[in-house]
């Protein structure tokens, strides 16, 4: 997951949009420090919902991201928006 601090937090280096917000500086901090996926994904949500409150909006770069699964993979859960790689199992496939 992308560590939105640079962009957002009041002192980052890249908030080109210069936003100022303590409960959005207290979120992204949170958000680093997190310890456990359960920590991350509340802070990352108190994160989501002040910038809809805030309504900032910036786009420099958009990069676009891709992955190709195959269909004899099974057990595909992702965390943070990666996928658990101790989890995968792979099927052979079904002959038609």
């Not at 601090?5 to 979120?27: I, K, M």
């Not at 420090?33 to 949500?45: G, I, L, N």
């Amino acid at each position: 997951q992308t560590d939105l601090t640079p962009y957002f937090h009041s002192r980052g280096d890249q908030n080109f949009t210069s936003v100022a917000d303590p409960e959005l500086d207290a979120a992204l901090s949170d958000y680093r420090v997190s310890e456990t996926p359960a920590q991350r994904q509340a802070a990352r949500a108190r994160v989501i919902d002040r910038l809809a409150a805030l309504r900032v909006v910036s786009v420099l770069y958009a990069p676009i991201g891709v992955t190709l699964i195959s269909r004899r993979i099974a057990g595909l859960e992702f965390v943070d928006d990666l996928p658990r790689l101790d989890r995968l199992e792979l099927h052979a496939l079904a002959r038609p």
